[in-house]
């Protein structure tokens, strides 16, 4: 079975960075079969419906990014440690929310940030930005 577990939320001031990371096991990155899958992060306030932040497509590393963090998040992943990072730089206020973090093996490229899309889930970090 497919597990994501994030780690590396906080509590951080306004500017500040933060970088999360998710570790995958039960899939590998170096999979010849599934070689075309979807790596993400959402994230979800209190109150907000999740929102899709950034993604990876494995099969040419084409990333995807929301207005909202473009410029300031990055997206990566470490194929040898089976993990995916994202790195968040600039943090404001707005950014608090639990992260999570997604996978998929047959993603509908056209829709790369809808929740909807993603299968496999990990339980969430907190990220708590204070001005």
């Known amino acids: 079975e497919v597990q994501l577990v994030e780690s590396g939320g906080g509590l951080v001031q306004a500017g500040g960075s933060l970088r999360l990371s998710c570790a995958v096991s039960g899939f590998s990155f170096d999979d010849l079969t599934f070689d075309d899958y979807a790596i993400a992060w959402f994230r979800q306030a209190p109150g907000l419906e999740r929102e899709g932040v950034s993604c990876?497509?494995?099969?040419?590393?084409?990333?995807y990014y929301a207005d909202s963090v473009k410029g300031r998040f990055t997206i990566s992943k470490d194929n040898a440690n089976n993990t995916v990072y994202l790195l968040l730089t600039g943090l404001k206020p707005e950014d608090t929310a639990v992260y999570y973090c997604a996978a998929e093996v047959l993603m509908d490229w056209a829709w790369p940030l809808v929740a909807e899309n993603y299968d496999y889930w990990g339980r969430g970090t907190q990220v708590t930005v204070s001005s």
């Open positions: 990876m497509r494995s099969s040419n590393g084409h990333t």
